[in-house]
């Protein structure tokens, strides 16, 4: 079992460095997930990409909270599985 965890030690270490690389856009990120929830939820697909789009991200934009090069709200609350 303790080998077993020492090869996980490689996939932490990656996640790390991922995480590291993320740190700036964390909070914008998170921030536009929670609008994304509170906001679009329940609407089609193409109202809350138009919302996100024309009103979220140039909200953000204007107001130099930084994002993710391509913010996805689905990325922040959902694994790749699940989206998939």
Not at 3 to 27: H, N, P, T
Not at 43 to 66: A, G, H, L, T
Request: aromatic share 10%.
């Amino acid at each position: 079992m303790v080998g077993a965890l020492g090869s996980e030690s490689v996939r932490w270490q990656q996640a790390i460095i991922d995480l590291g690389g993320k740190i700036d856009v964390i909070v914008g990120d998170v921030l536009l997930a929670s609008a994304f929830v509170s906001y679009v939820g329940p609407f089609n697909k193409q109202f809350r990409d138009d919302i996100m789009k024309n009103y979220f991200i140039d909200f953000f934009k204007k107001n130099k909270i930084p994002l993710s090069d391509n913010p996805n709200p689905l990325v922040i609350l959902t694994d790749e599985a699940t989206i998939a």
